[in-house]
């Protein structure tokens, strides 16, 4: 019998050091919004599975907290984007260029792909344009100008938009303002695990059908203190293009994920001598209609998707 349990251990160990034993690792890269907080980057969310890496949107810093993870620039070769605010895409100039360089930090050795709604091919082609000097130049520092600094863009629409390697990512569309009709959110599905990300948008129901049921829901939320909210007409419009924790907590409850993230947090600051809400606030309005698990999350937090969620906090 002894010998019998040994030998489940070893195959267990031989299954796993083989890649047999498959999961979806996601790190929040950056949780913030256009406010410039060293706290909270720019939204980016870094999903790896099948021994592939998939970055959702590229706010400021991505590429700063990408390198935090001891991951090449280059090694992150795909990139979707949920829609072409500034503060989903300022950041793709630096794991582009950045990525391409032939240093421990970079080593992009094929083109950077790119999948992003309506308006994207037009976005990479003014970029390459507004970097042609620091390409030509670098360029002949190599004595050529290999692949690593080509883009291919990919415009999507609602449906699968990804195969390849037992990963599927499947795009929908979600309700960021009615006069946005190109917002999107992500269902990435490897191993009969899933991660669904909401992208910028206000309570949705097309977002609930896609998340039902997925393992991580990572959804973003918007919230002020009632004076701001009330007294401020920036105010009023800002969470009118979001989720509030009360209208997030009722997907959740519908949507029934295994664990509930927020990102892409919105404290609208538009008076300094108002204290801003806090993480408690947040989940306080979402406990009134979600009562399943929930994180608020937080810059680098890595969530591990198998048998079981783990859920890992960078430690200061």
């Known amino acids: 019998m002894r010998n019998i349990i040994w030998g489940l251990l070893l195959l267990n160990m031989l299954l796993s050091f083989n890649g047999f034993t498959q999961s979806i690792k996601v790190t929040l890269l950056g949780t913030g919004v256009p406010q410039p907080s060293i706290e909270r980057f720019g939204p980016a969310t870094l999903v790896e599975a099948g021994k592939q890496y998939f970055l959702f949107d590229c706010g400021r810093g991505a590429a700063q907290r990408i390198w935090q993870q001891k991951i090449p620039l280059g090694k992150v070769n795909r990139l979707f984007l949920t829609h ?11 794991l582009w260029l950045t990525g391409w360089i032939s240093t421990a930090f970079g080593q992009r050795k094929t083109p950077l792909q790119v999948w992003g709604p309506a308006g994207t091919e037009e976005m990479m082609q003014g970029l390459r344009m507004a970097y ?107 969470l009118s293009y979001h989720t509030s924790p009360e209208q997030a907590g009722k997907v959740f409850a519908l949507a029934q994920p295994r664990l509930a993230v927020f990102s892409h947090i919105a404290m609208p600051v538009v008076d300094t001598t108002i204290a801003p809400p806090t993480v408690d606030d947040i989940i306080a309005g979402t406990r009134k209609y979600y009562a399943g698990p929930l994180e608020v999350g937080e810059d680098l937090m890595t969530i591990v998707i198998g048998k079981e969620i783990i859920v890992n906090r960078k430690k200061n």
């Open 84 to 94: 072409l605010h500034s503060d989903h895409t300022v950041g793709i100039p630096d």
């Open 132 to 238: 042609s000097w620091d390409i030509e130049v670098r360029s002949e520092e190599n004595n050529k100008a290999d692949s690593g600094i080509m883009t291919v863009t990919h415009v999507i629409g609602e449906g699968k938009i990804y195969d390849e390697g037992g990963v599927t990512i499947t795009a929908f569309f979600v309700d960021h303002a009615d006069f946005i009709d190109s917002a999107f959110g992500f269902r990435l599905d490897y191993a009969g695990h899933s991660v669904v990300i909401s992208g910028d948008t206000r309570y949705n129901e097309n977002l609930i059908k896609y998340a039902t049921n997925c393992d991580v829901l990572i959804h973003e939320v918007a919230i002020a203190k009632y004076d701001v909210a009330q007294k401020s007409d920036l105010a009023k419009q800002i």
